[in-house]
């Protein structure tokens, strides 16, 4: 990749995502890239790079999510938190993180995205931590509830 030229890296990035969609080391190189942009630019990029549905790229999605929330779009980032942690393809422990930052971005924009990110934490855990979740969202569901 070109140093100190970002029109011509982006192009060689481009390139390399149509010859090879989805290959590790093509998926990482933009996403380092994409870093550099602003936010508005950066998710243009991630949205026109994007590997294919077939492929689970678990840091793909969390930065296109990053990215939703600091364009202050939150029920746009906590949709993409909750279809991360749905994703059965992603490691258990990436879900999890994923299912609490939904339910986090959600608290202020929608009870029901929030009840589904409590939901989808309960289903994801066991014990003591899944009846807290699931208490959390009854309190949700259930005004004056908790």
């Known amino acids: 990749m070109r140093a100190h030229d970002a029109a011509r890296a982006l192009d060689e990035l481009r390139g390399a995502a149509a010859d090879a969609p989805g290959l590790p ?17 950066r998710l243009a990029l991630l949205r026109e790079l ?6 689970s790229v678990p840091a793909w999605a969390a930065a296109a999510a990053e990215t939703e929330a600091e364009l ?12 991360l942690a749905r994703d059965e393809r992603v ?7 994923a299912a609490r930052r939904a339910e986090a971005l959600a608290a202020g924009v929608s009870g029901d ?15 003591a931590s899944r009846l807290g979740f699931l208490r959390r969202a009854l309190a949700l569901a259930v005004p004056g509830a908790g």
């Open 72 to 83: 202050a779009a939150p029920s746009r980032a906590a949709e993409a938190w909750l279809a």
């Open 113 to 127: 995205a929030q009840r589904a990110a409590l939901r989808l934490s309960a289903s994801l855990t066991s014990g």
């Open 91 to 97: 490691p258990l422990h990436r879900r999890r993180v």
């Open 25 to 41: 080391a093509v998926t990482m190189s933009v996403l380092s890239f994409a870093r550099t942009l602003a936010a508005k630019d």
């Open 50 to 55: 994007a590997p294919p549905a077939a492929a």
